[in-house]
């Protein structure tokens, strides 16, 4: 990228000109859009009189705390855990995260010396950028966050290794390894091999192996994801990684279903402490996904509806950067997920964020893609394409390219 000097009086008009256009715009959230959501509208004439799970379960009653062995089944691929070892259990992986969290400091994990909540100090590694969520949780458990660089194969190993060999506080690491939010990055086979083998201090640490858009390919050229679990496993690990992914973006993201996997002493503490929370999930919705799913390859044909929904979103984010940014800016070409990362010169992103706003296009804030929402270098822009129209895409895309101009050109 080269930062070209900016014409600040032509910046000034371009932007005054897109103020009076008036518009009211959103590319903010990470959300499918309605016709996304219309793909699975058969879910809601299902189960269709049916109650019975395959094995007689009656699924309309208490019980059945792993979830239905049929949709278990059709996402254990997907997710690279085996059938035995996944959970499937409320519509929201994000809440799995945040319970598993909790319960590792009120009961204590499989190979900790106590509980985290009596840990003196307890810090956890955020590759960056990364999901505000995650950061958010921790954050609101008094978890340190410590931030640590992202590079194209996942997270920086060397500077991981070194923290968690050396502080006993690190006790996890977040990771999104498919199509990550919102770099778009897939972990690399040696990343994931050096999580599952490196020397911890903490001998609870744990990768929190957060799978959500193992299936969301953009393109039919899709990367290769290690198992984390088996790694872990041969690394002699192998209570390392917690594994979670959700039907969110494949069916409804505010009626799917959540996954949690792990190996087997995870699984038996999760048990023990799941089952003080519930008598057992919403197995009716399980069965209504098994039966409109089907199959793994069911999975996969609704997944490349999606992709014919949002792919030309992404085409356009890519095509309208490159016509209109490419001297002054750098962005990331996912094949799947849901993100465009943008980079803007250093300084500017809060500014561009605020010139969007006032021109009535919403951005999601700057440094929401760091711990403490504080982007350092203030230069990370998270892009959101799939909710709005295609038109609208375009529109927000072109106004966020005239809202750099302008902040670049105003701070040199
Ligand atoms: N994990 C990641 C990386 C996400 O980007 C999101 C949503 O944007 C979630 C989890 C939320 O998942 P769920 O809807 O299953 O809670």
């Known amino acids: 990228m080269t930062t070209a000097p900016v014409d600040v009086d032509t910046a000034r008009r371009d932007y005054a000109a897109l103020v009076e256009r008036g518009l009211s715009l959103d ?6 859009s309605p016709r996304q959501l219309d793909l699975s509208a058969d879910l809601l004439t ?11 379960t009656d699924t309309r009653n208490y019980g059945g705390l792993k979830g239905l062995p049929e949709l278990r089944r059709i996402f254990a691929g997907a997710l690279q855990v085996p059938v035995e070892q996944l959970f499937a259990a409320g519509n929201s992986s994000l809440e799995l995260m945040h319970d598993t969290i909790a319960q590792a400091m009120l009961s204590t994990l499989p190979g900790a010396a106590r509980r985290w909540a009596d840990e003196p100090r307890i810090a956890m590694l955020c590759p960056v950028p990364g999901y505000d969520r995650h950061f958010a949780l921790a954050e609101r458990f008094g978890i340190e966050l410590i931030p640590v660089p992202m590079t194209e194969t996942g997270p920086d190993m060397d500077v991981v290794e070194r923290l968690v060999a050396e502080d006993a506080a690190v006790k996890g690491i977040w990771c999104v390894p498919k199509y990550s939010n919102p770099t778009g990055v897939t972990f690399g086979a040696e990343v994931a091999g050096r999580l599952a083998a490196m020397p911890a201090a903490a001998p609870d640490f744990r990768i929190i192996w ?6 969301h390919h953009l393109t039919e050229d899709e990367p290769e994801l290690a198992d984390i679990l ?5 690394a002699g690990n192998p209570d390392r990684a917690f594994v979670f992914g959700s039907t969110s973006k494949i069916t409804f993201a505010g009626a ?7 190996s087997e002493a995870n699984l038996a503490w999760w048990q023990s402490v799941l089952s003080k929370r519930t008598i057992g999930p919403d197995k009716v919705n399980q069965l209504r996904h098994a039966l409109f799913l089907k199959d793994a390859d069911g999975v996969r044909a609704l997944m490349r509806q999606h992709a014919e929904l949002i792919a030309p979103k992404f085409a356009a984010v890519e095509r ?3 016509e209109e940014l490419s001297d002054l800016a750098t962005w990331t070409k996912p094949t799947g997920g849901y993100f465009v990362s943008l980079t803007v010169p250093e300084g500017t992103a809060n500014e561009v964020v605020r010139l969007a706003k006032e021109a009535g296009v919403a951005l999601t804030p700057a440094g929401a893609t760091h711990p403490h929402g504080d982007d350092p270098a203030d230069a990370v822009i998270r892009i959101a394409p799939t909710f709005p129209e295609l038109a609208e895409v375009e529109e927000a895309v ?5 809202c750099v101009r302008l902040a670049v050109a105003q701070r040199a």
């Open 230 to 234: 088996a790694l872990c496993a041969e």
């Open 210 to 215: 957060d799978n959500a858009y193992a299936v």
């Open 46 to 56: 299902l189960p269709n009189g049916q109650y019975k799970a395959e094995d007689g």
């Open 398 to 402: 072109r106004a966020l390219a005239v």
């Open 256 to 262: 799917g279903v959540g996954f949690f996997g792990a």
């Open 27 to 32: 590319i903010t959230r990470g959300k499918p």
């Open 320 to 322: 309208i950067l490159a």
